[in-house]
């Protein structure tokens, strides 16, 4: 099969055809291309998606040093390089990030569900032993009560990050086994 992208109708062969497909980071191997090409675009229509992407793609893509201002808030609140509003503005307003037009949004669900797993993993590393194996019991107990793979992985993901999320502002407590069993024992009567 062809891996032509786009026009699925052509038949005929596209006349110049590089060797190779284009590489950004081909002779450069810096930790800004690798953090350039680790950048998921999302929370913007699918246009400036596909603007951001190709940005990317062909080195263009420049990340921002400081954040910059918002142009609805104010605040220095936007972090993604192209935009003109923080996200919690454009979430309120309903439209783009990078355009300000009403569109809808490319959620970051959507895509990519392998980076969300990665981003789980790299958090649940990042946790103290005991909360790890308290979030393991969750899981399985979790895997036990749904039944194999029927229920929708993306919203268990969900439920795992909010899980996530209360082990980690839970105030530390101390885990004890009880002894209740032992007194049972002295209930002997002579
Ligand atoms: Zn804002
Ligand atoms: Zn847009």
């Not at 979430?91 to 009403?102: A, F, N």
């Not at 032993?129 to 969750?138: D, I, L, Q, S, V």
């Not at 107990?141 to 929708?152: D, F, H, I, L, Y």
């Not at 268990?156 to 407590?173: A, D, G, H, V």
Request: with cysteine; charged share 35%; glycine share 2%.
């Amino acid at each position: 099969m062809s891996c032509q992208r786009g026009n699925v109708k052509r038949t005929r062969p596209q006349k110049y055809k590089n060797k190779t497909a284009f590489k950004n980071d081909l002779h450069d191997t810096s930790s800004k291309i690798k953090q350039v090409n680790n950048i998921e675009i999302v929370n913007v229509c699918v246009k400036c998606k596909t603007i951001l992407e190709w940005k990317i793609k062909y080195k263009k893509y420049k990340l921002l040093k400081a954040p910059k201002k918002c142009t609805k808030c104010e605040q220095k609140t936007v972090k993604n390089a192209y935009h003109m509003m923080c996200i919690p503005c454009a979430e309120m307003q309903k439209v783009c990030p990078k355009c300000g037009k009403v569109e809808e949004i490319v959620k970051k669900n959507e895509f990519d569900q392998g980076k969300m797993d990665t981003q789980l993993q790299k958090l649940i590393r990042d946790l103290p032993e005991r909360k790890r194996r308290t979030f393991f019991r969750y899981i399985s107990q979790n895997e036990k009560t749904s039944g194999k793979e029927a229920r929708n992985t993306e919203d268990t993901k969900e439920e795992m990050m909010e899980k996530f999320k209360s082990l980690n502002l839970e105030p530390e407590e101390e885990e004890y086994t009880s002894g209740d069993e032992s007194d049972n024992m002295s209930e002997h009567s002579y």
